[in-house]
């Protein structure tokens, strides 16, 4: 297809303009980068001269720096030295305040002094000033005497609200019933004591004491509210120590009602770090004084243990129910590893234990100087009295008895040696109980071999032996089988099924029954004059006698007379204090010897002149038969 002319002749046109135009935009482009390279120039001017600019300014900018820091300096230096200048007449301005007396002022005010004093001290040995030399030593004089003032007003308040506590406030076992120290008096304490502690804490200051005076004070109000009981424990027993009575007992239980008073008033009043070495500083004195008492006690014990070994007992029961609260005391003494109740306990146990063994000991030594005197009238021996008292009193502790044996070890207290160094527990109640069986065997067996060698003293008095024997032996008996559960226990369990085998009766029933029939046989020339016979003549019963007869008649009334005299004159200061034993020796005296006597003078009496023996009846019959009653009713009453 063919272009027209007008066409082309508007495209050219078109192209031109845009050629025009585009060599604007060129010559424009030209015009911007000339300026651009100026605007460079400029620029490259303006960074030349501020880096000489800079290099200008610095060392004057540093210059100020160093000059603002040292008018810093400068006005830190000088408020230094005015503030140590200050402190300068701040020690002679304090040191008035603290030179006068504490109880003119007001503590407050005084504390606020100390710490100015303080303050000032910790300044002035800090700067290091040969100059202040003088000054530090007066602060150091101030603070010394404002020290030795607080001190001193801690002792008084805490004297003042530590008295002695009455008895029954002690032993009261309500731990309430201990006072409370006065709300005001509380407070005063707690201020002193923590300015004490941040004076003691201080490098500058010297040793304050305040914890010691604490410690001393608190202790000595302790021991003198203790002091009734320590000296009731300390007193030596007269007469037969009762169960339970013991004053260590309630020393103990009040000792631990105010060691644990102590541990709460150490926390109210102390810093925390101070509670331990107050509180245990505190106890201390106290809890020694009272190991001491116990050790004293231990000691007496030894020599009077049959009377008093109860106190033994009783005190081993206190301490180990006691145990857990003295554990939790000496915890907050921190003193775990020293328990000195458990060592106190150890050495009661250990006296115990030495007690058993020194007993039967005693028992086998035939001539122990204690028992040497003999009973003259026969009666008991105080060592049979001793011995079964003693018994006695073991029944009545039988749970920590068997126990103490088991640590002995069964038959060990026969091996003094074995026993003092045996510490094995028995493993059951019916074995402890079985070893305490066999000492009790052993201590009877002892105590009846030690009576029959005493009873070899009555060397001419044959009947004063037996009597010797059975009053013993009936003791033995009569004790055992009176006392609550000791009978059951000597026998053992199978003393109901086979009592004839017992330990009892073989020890001592069968030597007793023994005893009293070779008594008996004291009586047996009495019986043999009144045995009669019935004279026969030709066949029938003589009623006359001849002269041959009324002679034996004669003679069977003297020589009854005569041993039955001899029989009151000697045995009627004989003695048999038990009634039920005087009645079973004199049966068969009062059944066999006075109903023979009886028909004997019946025969021969002047009222039957059938066997009419002689003219002077009074001369040979000088007893009726009440009289020989009365008189054998009378025997061994030591009257």
Known sequence: MAISTDGVRDNKTFLDEEAAELDGLVTSLDKTNAVSSKMVGILNSFDTRLAHLESSVLPIHKSTQ?????????????ASLEAILGYFDLAAQEEAVVMSPLADQDLQTFLQSVGRIREALRAMTSVNLKAGDRVVQQLKRSLKAA??????????????????????????????????????????????????????ADPNSAPTGYLKSYCEIRANSMIKSLTPLYQSSMVELRGVYDKGSSPFIPYTTSLLKLCRNEADLSDTLLDAKMLSLAFMGSIMPPIEQWVECGRTITRRVRKTYTSEVGILFDVIETLESSMNTFESVFGLARRQKENDALELLKSFKAAAMRTFIDFISELRNHNNPKYQAMPLDGTVHQLTSDTLNYVKRLMAYQPIVESVLALIGDGNWNNPEAGANRRSQAPSRSARSAV??????????????????????????????????????????????????????????????APANSLASAVYERPLKQNADLYQDNWKPCVEHLMD???????????????????????????????????????????????????????????????????????????NSSYEFTKNVQKYIRYDVSMVKDMVNQFFTNT
């Open 66 to 78: 160093n000059l603002t820091r040292l008018a810093g300096n400068m006005n830190q230096t000088v």
């Open 147 to 200: 020290t030795g003032q607080l001190h001193e007003k801690l002792k008084q308040q805490l004297t003042q609200n530590s008295p002695s506590l009455d008895l029954k406030i002690v032993t009261s076992s309500d731990r309430k019933d201990i006072p409370s120290l006065p709300p005001n008096a509380v407070q005063t304490l707690v201020t002193l004591t923590k300015a004490l502690a941040e004076i003691e």
């Open 436 to 497: 305490f069986q066999r000492y009790l065997a052993d201590v009877l067996e002892a105590l009846v071999q030690n009576i029959d060698s005493k009873s070899k003293f009555y060397k001419k008095g044959q009947s004063l032996t037996q009597l010797f024997l059975l009053n013993n032996y009936f003791y033995i008996s009569k004790s055992v089988r009176t006392h609550p559960g000791l009978l059951d226990l000597i026998n053992g369990p199978d003393a109901a099924n």
């Open 533 to 607: 016979v019935t004279y026969v003549h030709e066949g029938g019963v003589q009623h006359a006698l001849n002269s041959n007869q009324r002679q034996v008649v004669k003679d069977k009334f003297k020589n009854f007379n005569h041993d039955f005299d001899e029989l009151w004159k000697t045995q009627k200061q004989y003695s048999i204090p038990d009634q039920d034993l005087r009645q079973m020796v004199l049966r068969d005296v009062n059944q066999i010897m006075i109903p023979m006597y009886e028909k004997f003078l019946n025969k021969y009496s002047s009222n």
